[in-house]
Structure formats: structure tokens, C-alpha cells
């Protein structure tokens, strides 16, 4: 069975520092990884997904993910974080089939 | 925690006939609902924001008329697929916005798959 954990509920960076949100799946075949973003009062937003191609993703406004088998991660990070990227942000699996499964979320917060 | 419980979980159907998907929010009043659909190996495609007592807003090139959606009360809101189609074949998940404390929270019903013969 596919799961999706999150750690951290909430993390709290400072404007300009790395940003990293940690997210751990299981499954039993080869997963598609998938980073959304959720700002209030709107609906998810695609920051980037993994599809077996290249391990290392690059998603919109400077995020990347890395997907690493060995440890059944696919972590979210940016370099340099911005007011703006405080937001929600869910991590979700799918293995190739029509269920995806979403980790409970991790709140940003950014400060000045 | 919050749950949001979606039925049915799977769905087959003629084509022609409507089917109603309902997504309850079981602990909390959500004010906001969406809706999305999902292709296998594809992310999910926002199809309209549901808020109570108002029409529902929907994405560009999402018909109104072939997706109905009903934010009756702050607890139930439902998709109905009209004249289903083959092409409508598709994974619909909802997800319920509750807002306390001065944060909004997204909860995810566990989806319906919708198979159109």
C-alpha cells in the first residue's frame, strides 16, 4: 500500500535561508512524486513532479526536489526562501494508477 | 484530526447516465471546497472552488453544465457528472478548507475513480 509522511506539521525559516520540507513515501512499485503548494483561499497548485526521469526536479519559483530510492524520499527544497513561499505544501504519491495518496501537509512560514 | 470523507470510492457507470460524488467534512464546517480530477501518472487538475451557499467557480475549459457542483451546507458538497462519458473516465478527489486559529488547513478526501463504459 502506497503512504505519504510528512514530518514536520510546521516549519518556520527565515527570509533569505534554505527552505526544507521532508517528505517519505512507501510504495511497492515505482512511484510519480508530486509536490503541491496551496496559498489561502485557493486551490493546489503543481510545484513539481517526478516521473522516473531524472532524479533531480526542478519545479516553478526556485524549488527542486530530489528523489532518492535508497530512501524512499523526495524532499522539497529552494536555497533562498521568500515572504511569498509562506504558504501550505502537500507531498503526494501516485503509482501509476488512479488513486494518488497526499501527506497531511506542512505549513511555511517566512520570516522577515 | 479533520476528516473528509468522499463516496463512492469507485464508480462504474453507463455512458449517458449522471453520477453523484458527495464530499462531507465530518468534524468541521468547510467553507470552501475543491474539486479536481486526476489522469494516472498525472497531477491533479483543479476543477472548481465550492463555497457555501454560492455558485461554484469554476477553471477555465471545466464545463458548468457537465459538472454540476452543489456546496448545499458547510458540511456537504457534491460533483454531479452529467451525461458521463468514456472521456470522463477519471480519478475526482475532493479537499476541504477549515479555517481556525488564523491558519487555513486543507483536508483530501480519498478520492473516487469514476470508470465510464
Known amino acids: 500500500a502506497q503512504s505519504v509522511t510528512q514530518l514536520g506539521s510546521h516549519v518556520s525559516v527565515s527570509e533569505g535561508a534554505l527552505v526544507l520540507l521532508r517528505c517519505n513515501y512507501s510504495s511497492s512499485v515505482p512511484p510519480y512524486l508530486f509536490w503541491y503548494v496551496q496559498y489561502p483561499n485557493q486551490g493546489l497548485q503543481l510545484l513539481l513532479k517526478?516521473?522516473?526521469?531524472?532524479?533531480l526536479v526542478k519545479g516553478i519559483n526556485g524549488f527542486e526536489a530530489e528523489y532518492k530510492k535508497s530512501e524512499t524520499s523526495f524532499h522539497l527544497t529552494k536555497p533562498s526562501a521568500h515572504m511569498s513561499d509562506a504558504a501550505e505544501y502537500f507531498c503526494a504519491v501516485n503509482t501509476g494508477g488512479f488513486k494518488t495518496i497526499f501527506g497531511a501537509g506542512t505549513r511555511l512560514f517566512v520570516k522577515a | 484530526g479533520a476528516v473528509v470523507s468522499q463516496h463512492p470510492s469507485w464508480v462504474i457507470c453507463k455512458s449517458g447516465t449522471s453520477v453523484k460524488i458527495e464530499c462531507r467534512s465530518l468534524?468541521?464546517?468547510?467553507?470552501?471546497m475543491f474539486w479536481y480530477r486526476q489522469f494516472p501518472k498525472q497531477s491533479l487538475m483543479l476543477m472548481a472552488t465550492s463555497n457555501e451557499g454560492s455558485k461554484a467557480t469554476y477553471e477555465q475549459g471545466v464545463e458548468k453544465d457537465k459538472f454540476l457542483i452543489n456546496h448545499a451546507s458547510l458540511t456537504l458538497s457534491t460533483l454531479t457528472v452529467t451525461s458521463a462519458h468514456p472521456e470522463d473516465s477519471s480519478f475526482y478527489i475532493c479537499s476541504a478548507s477549515f479555517s481556525g486559529g488564523g491558519n487555513e488547513k486543507l483536508f483530501f478526501g480519498s478520492g473516487t475513480q469514476l470508470s465510464v463504459l
Open positions: 468534524d468541521f464546517q468547510a467553507t470552501t
Open positions: 517526478y516521473t522516473s526521469a531524472a532524479t
